[in-house]
């Protein structure tokens, strides 16, 4: 072997054990975007148009993998566990927050097992009835949950969810007593509040909106300190209940063993996703606020106010009896 071909070849080995080489190559192959939610709710909804757009920024297919169950935890404690080679993110969601407070013990530390890549969209929620219910708006509703205590249930995605949250907060605010009853997504929830065997939700506008637009749910209130401007006539909580306020949100986090040449890689494609007109046309009729600048930095001082926002709602509601 002459000398020049022996140079070539030690020059190749040295790239492909190189990791800057190996990032530089990122992504070659396909990503998942794990939803800690089952199909067909507003997370889902969400994470499969952001994935259609951020597929074409990174040059690569972003597959959508539901992975729900115990409140987020399934799917959570999937991606903690996963390499930390950029194939595997995670779409959290409030619950991230929440759940420290909720259980005794986690299978991840939701600070120490993540790194961030930034926040992605915060969406307001919508308080909607069975028809059947006796309450055609926001203070006969009101005056019915103060009426009937204990005799009221209500929906939502899982244990600590955006929905749960909205419903405790409106128990401890209101001092009223309804029963919580969890389910694995936002869609057997609503499925089933449709059908009357929950009263009422409090589900995130993109799919709440849709059902009352359909007419199969009445709405009631909005959650967010202002109206919504798609529901203009539609009271918000605070004005009855001034500390009201609820939303959720969808952050993406990655496995902390990831680099940080990844993480800006997602970073930057992320960032360039949120500000495609396709995915801004999308996210309107889901209620959307989209974040045009995510940062790690920014994510990670969120989460941790987040953290401990809803800490003290637990704790003062009794959430996890509730």
């Known amino acids: 072997m002459n000398f020049k071909r022996l140079l070539a070849l030690s020059t190749i080995s040295l790239a492909i054990l190189s990791p800057t080489a190996a990032h530089s190559?990122?992504?070659?192959?396909?990503?998942?975007?794990?939803?800690?939610y089952s199909a067909g709710g507003p997370t889902d909804t969400f994470a499969r148009a952001l994935a259609d757009v951020w597929g074409r920024k990174l040059g690569t297919t972003v597959v959508v993998e539901n992975r729900a169950g115990a409140g987020t935890m399934v799917g959570t404690e999937t991606v903690a566990k996963a390499p930390g080679d950029g194939y595997t993110l995670l779409l959290?969601?409030?619950?991230?927050?929440?759940?420290?407070?909720l259980h005794e013990r986690l299978s991840y530390d939701p600070i120490k097992d993540f790194k961030s890549v930034g926040l992605?969209?915060?969406?307001?929620?919508?308080?909607?009835?069975?028809?059947?219910?006796?309450?055609?708006?926001?203070?006969?509703?009101?005056e019915y949950l103060k009426k009937n205590q204990g005799k009221v249930n209500y929906a939502s995605a899982g244990l600590g969810s955006a929905p749960h949250l909205g419903g405790a907060l409106l128990n401890y605010l209101g001092g009223f007593e309804t029963t919580h009853i969890p389910y694995r997504g936002s869609a057997p929830a609503m499925a089933d509040v449709i059908g009357g065997h929950a009263d009422f939700m409090v589900d995130s506008a993109p799919t709440g909106l849709a059902q009352v637009n359909a007419g199969t749910v009445r709405l009631l209130a909005t959650t967010m300190k202002e109206r919504l401007p798609q529901t203009p006539d539609?009271?918000?909580?605070?004005?009855?209940?001034?500390?009201?306020e609820a939303y959720t949100w969808n952050a993406v986090l990655v496995p902390s063993s990831t680099s940080a040449e990844v993480i800006e890689k997602l970073r930057a494609t992320l960032e360039a996703s949120l500000n495609d007109p396709d995915l801004i046309e999308k996210a309107k009729p889901m209620g959307l606020l989209l974040e045009s600048n995510?940062?790690?930095e920014a994510l990670d001082a969120f989460i941790a106010a987040e953290i401990e926002k809803w800490k003290s709602v637990v704790k003062q509601s009794d959430m996890t009896r509730n």
């Open 92 to 101: 959290a969601t409030v619950a991230h927050s929440v759940n420290p407070s």
């Open 294 to 296: 995510p940062t790690p």
């Open 25 to 36: 190559t990122y992504p070659g192959k396909p990503v998942t975007l794990i939803v800690p």
């Open 234 to 244: 539609t009271p918000a909580l605070a004005e009855v209940l001034p500390d009201y």
């Open 120 to 142: 992605a969209a915060k969406a307001p929620l919508v308080v909607v009835a069975n028809k059947n219910l006796p309450a055609n708006n926001l203070n006969e509703f009101l």
